[in-house]
């Protein structure tokens, strides 16, 4: 499976902003997918994540309630919806696939096999 994120840029402080993760050389739908970022400097970490068929979704605190992670099986695609964006959520967002626990993403990079090229995502305050 190949991964292509897209959709990063320069925003402002309070913009809205979505992330695109498209799948090539296999069906995304039979994966869990997360999204994990890294600040420059920082470890990645955790964002959010989505089960194979979209009917669970899971969040790191920070984000919660700004942030949207949702998929498109037909498009091969999973999405995230950055709401209220802040300075602090400038990072390079990775997307990732996970085809050992469809029903159960994990929080931990290392359980995820594939992994797309990252996107920049710049909030200015």
């Known amino acids: 499976v190949q991964l292509q994120a897209s959709g990063g840029g320069l925003v402002q402080a309070g913009d809205s902003l979505r992330v695109s993760c498209e799948a090539s050389g296999s069906t995304l739908s039979r994966f869990a997918a997360g999204w994990f970022r890294q600040a420059p400097g920082r470890e990645r970490e955790f964002v959010a994540a989505i089960t194979y068929n979209g009917g669970s979704v899971y969040y790191t605190d920070s984000v919660k309630g700004r942030f949207t992670v949702s998929r498109d099986n037909a498009k091969n695609t999973v999405y995230l919806q950055m709401n209220r964006l802040k300075p602090e959520d400038t990072a390079v967002y990775y997307c990732?696939?996970?085809?050992?626990?469809?029903?159960?993403?994990?929080?931990?990079?290392?359980?995820?096999?594939?992994w797309g090229q990252g996107t920049l995502v710049t909030v200015s305050s």
């Open positions: 990732a696939a996970d085809p050992q626990f469809p029903r159960v993403p994990s929080y931990s990079d290392s359980m995820y096999a594939y």
